[in-house]
């Protein structure tokens, strides 16, 4: 007698059979289980990717959240999930066409224990809300992540006030 066992929607499952509404749900799954690689994975290899408001200033250089999935991106979701061991996303509006484009209304949400950019840890916790503007290729791959969220907020709810 053979035995069925039914397949869990996981960021590996096939993409084809997903709407882009549930990749993206997906992904934001990835992300509140901190798997950077998974979240990336789900990604084509060239993803677009903006954190419209991210901006550290350095002595010699301005890093800004504008590049690629793959190398800012990354780089960005591993830094806060460092400085944010419990950093997490509670999805409040998510909807999606049938042209791939996706939508979603979340608040991220953690406690700091490290160095976030240029903010001293205070043991202060966030409630930022965002707003995400995703694209879901014909194959089933993210390849445009836009967020925007109001970083004087965040700032301010992690004690940092410094102005320059």
């Known amino acids: 007698m053979t035995e069925l066992t039914s397949v869990p929607v996981t960021p590996q499952a096939p993409a084809a059979n997903r709407t882009p509404v ?3 749900t997906a ?3 990835a992300y509140r289980a901190q798997d950077v690689e998974a979240m990336a994975d789900m990604c084509t290899d060239n993803a677009d990717f903006s954190y419209i408001p991210f901006e550290v200033w350095a002595k010699q250089r301005v890093m800004r959240g504008d ?3 793959r190398t800012i991106g990354k780089v960005i979701w591993s830094g806060l999930i460092n400085a944010f061991p419990n950093l997490g996303n ?3 509006h998510i909807d999606g066409n ?3 484009d ?3 209304a ?3 949400t953690g406690t700091q224990q490290s160095a ?3 903010i001293a840890p205070q043991g202060g916790s966030i409630v930022a809300p965002h707003l995400f503007i995703m694209h879901v290729d014909s194959d089933g791959l993210i390849d445009n992540i836009r967020a925007y969220w109001d970083n004087a907020s965040v700032c301010s709810q992690l004690g940092h006030f410094e102005v320059d």
Request: charged share 25%; with cysteine; proline share 0%.
């Open 22 to 24: 549930e990749i993206v």
């Open 27 to 29: 992904f934001f799954d």
């Open 67 to 69: 590049g690629k999935v």
């Open 90 to 92: 509670v999805i409040h």
């Open 98 to 100: 049938d042209e791939g």
């Open 102 to 104: 996706v939508v979603v």
């Open 106 to 108: 979340c608040d991220i």
């Open 116 to 118: 976030w950019a240029f």
